[in-house]
């Protein structure tokens, strides 16, 4: 039998077929401020203040508002040398230091930046477009936090990418349509898709490469789509798969494969160039993080396959093409 990384290789290899006569398709809308790549002037220092292989905690203000996220430089930073940036965004509730504990995206050779979301209903975090944040622009956080970031360290601007959990994951959907031309790649992980964040897309939408885990079992955020806790209604995880496939103009029904007991991979061939989406499909996993090495939210986290390891994997063969 097909080892668990071999299946993945080839699902992944399935997820980047791509058609030969494919047209490219152009965004129809002017791009927001900041929606392009911009040079890092942080390349031009010797030095840092910042420790490596640390996380320190960070300010910046954006719309008149103190902002907070945590930021970890890997061990091989070096200044000159532009390094990979992921953006990871927390659920409800979190505050960065728990996606940075059961993702382990410091483990990896990027720079790994943590926003902290404002406090919205109940005074707890959270994230644009949900029904109980906080009434601030979060996109335009991410803008401003980048432009920070990239004056002060050497970022590599075309491989720049941004994953999430739950709210954190809606939100990534909300930056994938916003910032298509900034950020590179997208991951999420069991995505909480409200109305806000679907409405704040627009349209049309530019195609991306997006990959995606979502549980069967999630009781916080059905697989099958439900009514929130807030009573808006949500999508099949499956639909706004394929609403992201079909902006890619990939083949109308996507292929599968069983990886092992727990892993489905459902890949969409003959995607535009770069802007390839690929699913996992968790079966009986709840709203967690898959191989968290911590608790990472309700119910079974399955350990047959790493979350992390995967979106690595998927972002990094997908920077932005100049």
Known sequence: MRSLTTALAIALCAATTVAQTAVVAQTAAADPPHNSTIPSTGCQYT?????????????????GQTRQYLIHLPTTYQPGQGKPLVLAFHGRKGDGHDIEAYSEIDALDTIAVYPIGAKGEDDER??????????????????????????TLCVD???????????????VSLLACKLP??????????GAFYPGTLSACGNPTAPVPIIDFHGTADSVIA?????SNHGQPLPTVMSWA?????????????????????????????????????????????????????????????????????????????????
Not at 158 to 169: F, T
Not at 223 to 227: A, H, L, P, T
């Open 157 to 171: 601007p075309y491989r720049i990418y941004a994953v999430g959990k739950s709210n954190g994951g809606g939100f």
């Open 242 to 322: 394929q609403s992201w496939a079909n902006r890619s103009s990939c083949s109308p029904t996507p292929a599968t494969a069983q990886l092992s007991s727990e892993v489905v991979g459902v890949a969409w061939g003959s995607c535009l160039p770069h802007k390839e989406v690929l699913h996992f499909k968790i079966v009986t996993g709840d709203h967690t993080w898959p191989g968290a090495p911590v608790s990472s939210g309700p119910g079974k986290t399955t350990q047959q396959i790493k979350a992390t390891t995967a979106i690595w994997s998927f972002l990094t063969s997908h920077p932005l093409i100049p």
């Open 181 to 190: 031309q900034r950020i590179a790649a997208f991951g999420v992980v069991a």
């Open 223 to 227: 697989y099958n789509g439900d009514s």
């Open 47 to 63: 030095s840092t203040t910042l420790p490596l292989g640390q996380s320190v905690a960070q300010t910046i203000v954006t719309s």
């Open 126 to 151: 959270a994230w644009q477009g949900a029904p109980y944040a906080a009434p601030v622009d979060d996109v335009q956080f991410v803008r401003d936090l980048l432009d920070s970031v990239q004056a």
